[in-house]
T-cell receptor, first 118, second 113 residues
Framework: GAGVSQSPSNKVTEKGKDVELRCDPI?????LYWYRQSLGQGLEFLIY??????PDKSGLPSDRFSAERTGGSVSTLTIQRTQQEDSAVYLC???WGRGASPLSYEQYFGPGTRLTVT | AQSVTQPDIHITVSEGASLELRCNYS??????LFWYVQSPGQGLQLLLK??????LVQGIKGFEAEFKRSQSSFNLRKPSVHWSDAAEYFC???????????FGSGTRLLVRP
């Protein structure tokens, strides 16, 4: 079946512009996660959705970052007034979500969006 | 507090040699444990997972990991490394209080020809 997809795969933008990154999770997955990975670094958790609500948005680095999820499916991560330090790969993952089964927490990752701010 | 530590930032091994990547965790109960691999320019792929039962788990690509409760560890092993195993490896534990996984900082594996 189809995996997690992200678009665009690459995005180059000028400093100060707004960007939108999209994530399509696996069909039926209720949980969706956004991570940031700077060059040579590990995973930085940004935000987690369960359905359309975000019980954990503790990782958003500033108020320039926001995310929404509609219809319990597609999610959009928006970065306003981009800065050069926002340059990174943005990864999205999905899982079955909260549940009694440990399989609920197994995350499936998309290929990422590479954002370059010039 | 719940946490996961991968003590080795980089590891270099020769092709054909054995490999062990370390993962230590802090968790109140028996956690769910995962190992993921990230090849250059790719997303993360699940290698293996432990939920309960047999503490030695087999994964894809010839990898295995052993859960040791007494040592709070879940080390990843492979008997003979191939050049294609060069990648970044992430250990994850969960769920945390928000019902998500906590990822380690990763170990970058380099393979010498």
């Amino acid at each position: 079946g189809a995996g997690v997809s992200q678009s665009p795969s690459n995005k180059v933008t000028e400093k100060g512009k707004d960007v939108e990154l999209r994530c399509d999770p696996i069909s039926g997955h209720t949980a969706l996660y956004w991570y940031r990975q700077s060059l040579g670094q590990g995973l930085e958790f940004l935000i987690y959705f369960q359905g359309n609500s975000a019980p954990d948005k503790s990782g958003l680095p500033s108020d320039r970052f926001s995310a929404e999820r509609t219809g319990g499916s597609v999610s959009t991560l928006t970065i306003q007034r981009t800065q050069q330090e926002d340059s990174a790969v943005y990864l999205c993952a999905s899982s079955w979500g909260r549940g009694a089964s440990p399989l609920s927490y197994e995350q499936y990752f998309g290929p990422g969006t590479r954002l370059t701010v010039t | 507090a719940q946490s996961v530590t991968q003590p080795d930032i980089h590891i270099t091994v020769s092709e054909g040699a054995s490999l062990e990547l370390r993962c230590n965790y802090s968790y109140g109960a028996t956690p769910y444990l995962f190992w993921y691999v990230q090849s250059p320019g790719q997303g993360l792929q699940l290698l293996l997972k432990y939920f309960s039962g047999d503490t030695l788990v087999q994964g894809i690509k010839g990898f295995e990991a052993e859960f040791k409760r007494s040592q709070s560890s879940f080390n990843l092993r492979k008997p003979s490394v191939h050049w294609s195993d060069a990648a970044e490896y992430f250990c994850a534990v969960g769920p945390d209080s928000s019902y998500k996984l906590i990822f380690g900082s990763g170990t970058r594996l380099l393979v010498r020809p």
